[in-house]
C-alpha cells in the first residue's frame, strides 16, 4: 500500500462533484495516516484564497471549508504555478500553508517510492 497520496483537483465550481470528490479523499487520507500533497489546478485554484471553499455548494457533501482545514492540518496543499498566474494569484494571496509549486514538483511528489497519484 502506498503511504504517500499525492492527489491533483482540476476541477472547482464548474465540476462539484469532481471537486467535492477529490476533496474528500484528502481529507479521509489524512484523517487515516496517509501522508497527503493535495494540489490545486484548474478551476480549484480559487480555493487556495482565503474564503473561497466557503462559496462551494454541493447536497450531501461535507463543507469544503472543513475539509480544506482538515488537509491544511496534517497533509500540504500546492497550487499550481501556470494556474495561480493565470488568476493573477500570488503567494500573499494565499490561505496560510498554501504554497505555490509547478509541474517539476508534481512530477517529484508522484514519482517518489510507495506514492499513489489521483487526478480529479
Known amino acids: 500500500m502506498a503511504k504517500k497520496l499525492v492527489i491533483k483537483v482540476t476541477a472547482g465550481a464548474d465540476a462539484p462533484e469532481r471537486c467535492s470528490q477529490a476533496f474528500t479523499v484528502a481529507a479521509v487520507a489524512v484523517a487515516s495516516g496517509v501522508e497527503v500533497s493535495l494540489w490545486l489546478t484548474g478551476e480549484s485554484a480559487w480555493y487556495a484564497l482565503p474564503g473561497r471553499a466557503a462559496d462551494f455548494d454541493l447536497p450531501h457533501a461535507a463543507p469544503l471549508p472543513d475539509l480544506l482545514d482538515s488537509v491544511l492540518a496534517a497533509g500540504r496543499i500546492t497550487l499550481c504555478t501556470q494556474c495561480a498566474a493565470r488568476r493573477e494569484i500570488t503567494e ?21 517510492d510507495d506514492t499513489q497519484a489521483l487526478v480529479y
Do not use: L, N, T, W
Not at 92 to 112: L, N, P, T, Y
Open 92 to 112: 500573499k494571496d494565499v490561505i496560510e500553508g498554501v504554497r505555490i509549486a509547478g509541474a517539476q514538483v508534481f512530477v517529484q511528489e508522484s514519482m517518489a
